[in-house]
């Protein structure tokens, strides 16, 4: 049986990366490349997580895998995403022609889920959700004991407090996390920077930054390459 062609939506976060292993461990799909949207308003950093552009770059590096960006423009508002999705989608289309599948690191909001394949509907895209209804405790489990390595860019502070930001995502993490926080952030309670395991041919060399309050909310942790700051 013939594999079809799909590209992963890739924020750089541990969801994708699960997305990744799981995409990879199926036969019937051969992942052709990433694809990332970023935005301009700070630095072409990918959007919500707030990771930079070079980090980005390294990741798929390490992962073997080519990478297409969406830069989005500001304002960031929903038709400037899907302008800027839609414009990446006909890139990966003519690089890798007959695909036409993107799958998504989803768990379990089913109104992201049909927001996600309106947009891929409209533009002859189809959506694939890998990981869709995965316990998510078990998820975290299971990407901690693979061995695979993340470190928390972004905490929402009206979900969680900002002490959680720019901490490696392990178990004491998971076990220190407030009940009624999905132990994979899936409310948008944190979001990750995966930087190593088995699916990185080396692991990121990370040097931790800056940590600041955006917009009253949300609370960002800067990590940049270490060959950057010498």
Not at 162 to 182: H, I, Q, T
């Amino acid at each position: 049986m013939m594999s079809t062609p799909i590209l992963l939506s890739w924020s750089g976060g541990k969801d994708c990366l699960m997305a990744l292993a799981a995409l990879r461990s199926d036969p019937a799909w051969h992942v052709v490349g990433l694809l990332a949207t970023v935005t301009g308003q700070y630095q072409h950093r990918v959007a919500m997580h707030g990771i930079r552009n070079d980090v980005l770059c390294a990741q798929a590096a390490a992962l073997g895998l080519p990478l297409v960006q969406a830069v989005m423009a500001a304002p960031a508002d929903g038709a400037a995403y899907e302008h800027a999705r839609v414009a990446a989608l006909n890139e990966a289309a003519q690089r890798w022609p007959g695909v036409r599948h993107c799958a998504y690191g989803d768990l379990f909001l089913a109104d992201v889920r049909a927001w996600r394949e309106a947009l891929l509907g409209r533009h002859g895209w189809h959506g694939v959700f890998p990981l869709w209804q995965q316990d998510t405790a078990a998820t975290a489990r299971h990407f901690i004991a693979a061995g695979h390595r993340a470190v928390t860019v972004c905490v929402d502070t009206t979900q969680l407090d900002d002490r959680f930001s720019g901490r490696e995502f392990d178990a004491a993490f998971v076990a220190e996390l407030p009940a009624g926080v999905d132990p994979c952030g899936e409310n948008g309670e944190f979001h990750t920077l995966s930087y190593g395991g088995p699916l990185f041919a080396a692991p990121l060399r990370l040097t931790r930054g800056a940590s600041v309050l955006r917009d009253a909310r949300f609370q960002y942790t800067d990590f940049e390459l270490a060959e950057a700051t010498r």
